[in-house]
């Protein structure tokens, strides 16, 4: 079993930034891929990020790319989700997810791909 607990969500205003953290607990040695996906108001849940297990690879989302960075500390067990130039269609809920297999690049993109979940933190950004 592995443990997902996200933070640092919050209100910013559009062009402020953000910090997201994911801390990982259980069978941390069990994870590969770790992603972050956000579900806005509406919306199905989609694809942000994602990071290899030794952190030497990573995808973004069309939507993000330039924006946003994902990073990863093994030794902390935490992922990292730091986002710049907010606009307000990034409001949305941010979920931490973590995989125990090895994945294609179209895997690690979808929500099939992973086996566990954070509950998720709430971002807003206003105008």
């Known amino acids: 079993q592995v443990q997902l607990v996200e933070s640092g969500g919050g209100l910013v205003q559009a062009g402020g930034s953000l910090r997201l953290s994911c801390a990982a607990s259980?069978?941390?040695?069990?994870?590969?891929?770790m992603g972050w996906f956000r579900r806005a108001p509406g919306k199905e849940r989609e694809f942000v990020a994602t990071?290899?297990?030794?952190?030497?690879?990573?995808y973004y989302a069309d939507s993000v790319k330039g924006r946003f960075t994902i990073a990863r500390d093994n030794a902390k067990n935490t992922v990292y989700l730091q986002m710049n130039s907010l606009k307000p269609q990034d409001t949305a809920v941010y979920y931490c997810?973590?995989?125990?297999?090895?994945?294609?690049?179209?895997?690690?993109?979808?929500?099939?791909?992973?086996?566990?979940w954070g509950q998720g933190t709430q971002v807003t950004v206003s105008s």
């Open positions: 997810a973590a995989s125990l297999t090895t994945l294609t690049t179209a895997q690690v993109m979808a929500k099939s791909g992973y086996d566990y």
């Open positions: 259980g069978r941390t040695f069990s994870i590969y891929a």
């Open positions: 990071i290899s297990r030794t952190g030497g690879i990573t």
